[in-house]
């Protein structure tokens, strides 16, 4: 079935430790991006790449790191992790073609960091 | 800043028709969405909004005023299933998305 993985769907991190959150899309989308969604929050933009080998800041940049390879990968890194990053992480693609077009989520991957 | 306001929880019956607001305060606008969220997973697409009116897809309606900063989605025929959450999010002149944090939708028998 055509989509976004994602993993892993749950993880419990130490502080200090380094997690990568892994996000790949068959779509073939040009536009990806990283979500947090927190509880009573909307959901804020981390980092996004509008194209393979681009790559900007969202809204809440600080402490992630993201690198877009080749199209279908994007990889979140949370290279110190601390106790503010427990959230809900979400990653969305679109067609990039239409910049308002749909979003399409993955399933999401809820980090705890302790 | 910018704004997005909807309330945070609602209940309503099964079968019956409920309408969730949403009020925004943006820099630029270049389209209203509505996503649905059930609890524990992805947030899917419902509509889209760009121009005044009422856009109707089956049982779902997205209604927005400009002019008003405001949208509303309409529900009816109310189904069990439609307990989710409800996130309305504009797009601003940037092309940015700024999301509401949701209203929960409460279904009862």
């Known amino acids: 079935i055509a989509g976004i993985t994602q993993a892993p769907t749950s993880q419990i991190l130490a502080a200090g430790r380094r997690m990568t959150l892994r996000c790949t899309q068959d779509m073939r989308h040009n536009a990806m991006y990283w979500y947090r969604q927190d509880l009573g929050l909307g959901l804020r933009l981390i980092h996004y790449?509008?194209?393979?080998?681009?790559?900007g800041k969202g809204e809440v940049p600080d402490g992630y790191s993201v690198s877009r390879a080749n199209t279908d990968d994007f990889p979140l890194t949370l290279a110190s992790a601390v106790p503010s990053q427990t959230s809900v992480y979400f990653c969305?693609?679109?067609?990039?073609?239409?910049?308002?077009?749909?979003?399409?989520f993955g399933e999401g991957s809820r980090l705890t960091v302790l | 800043g910018q704004n997005i306001d909807q309330p945070t929880e609602m209940t309503a019956t099964e079968g019956a028709i409920v309408q969730i607001n949403c009020t925004y305060q943006t820099s630029g606008f270049n389209g209203l969405f509505w996503y649905q969220q059930h609890a524990g997973e992805a947030p899917t697409f419902l509509s889209y909004n760009v121009l005044d009116g009422l856009e109707e897809k089956g049982r779902f309606s997205s209604f927005l005023s400009r002019s008003k900063g405001y949208s509303y989605l309409l529900l009816k025929e109310l189904q069990m299933k439609d307990s989710a959450s409800y996130l309305c999010?504009?797009?601003?002149?940037?092309?940015?998305?700024?999301w509401g944090a949701g209203t929960k939708l409460i279904i009862k028998p």
């Open positions: 999010a504009v797009m601003d002149s940037n092309y940015q998305l700024i």
């Open positions: 790449s509008n194209t393979a080998g681009t790559t």
């Open positions: 969305a693609s679109s067609s990039g073609l239409d910049p308002t077009g749909e979003l399409f």
